[in-house]
């Protein structure tokens, strides 16, 4: 992983697509198999039963990845300030979520090196989760 500067970043800017694939196992055990506030999110066979067709990924199962992510593209040297999710459609274990981002402002405020990502996830190439990302950058000056 290479360090981003805010002077290398530039608006529309894309984030290297990544491809995860978040397994049955992995759903089921983000919460834990005794998760009693939804039975799909631990049971694959009653995700099925509501006809979501397997076990549901978890939405921050989806907001880990996505920190994580922008982390990576950033660098250590960086922080992720805040992160904004909107949950648009379930997604179903063992089928594959490509995230995706772009840059959509930077500015310096206060001192702070910002830059404020879109990012999302992709399952069969529609968005089921959109996010905000506010990140800091360390600066060359």
Excluded at 11 to 39: H, K, Q, S, W, Y
Excluded at 62 to 77: C, F, P
Aim: cysteine-free; glycine content about 8%.
């Amino acid at each position: 992983m290479s360090q981003r500067y805010f002077e290398d970043v530039n608006i529309d800017d894309e984030l290297e697509p990544l491809e995860r694939v978040p397994t049955t196992d992995m759903a089921i055990d983000f919460f834990g198999r005794d998760n009693p506030t939804n039975p799909a999110f631990a049971d694959a066979e009653a995700g099925k039963r509501l006809g979501v067709g397997g076990a549901l990924v978890p939405g921050l199962l989806k907001l880990a990845w996505i920190t994580q992510y922008v982390s990576d593209w950033a660098g250590t040297e960086s922080m992720v300030r805040s992160v904004r999710a909107a949950y648009r459609r379930p997604d179903v274990a063992d089928r594959p979520l490509v995230l995706a981002g772009r840059v959509v402002e930077k500015r310096v405020e206060d001192g702070a090196h910002l830059v404020e990502l879109e990012v999302v996830t992709l399952a069969e190439g529609q968005p089921s989760t959109r996010a905000n990302v506010q990140i800091q950058l360390p600066s060359r000056s």
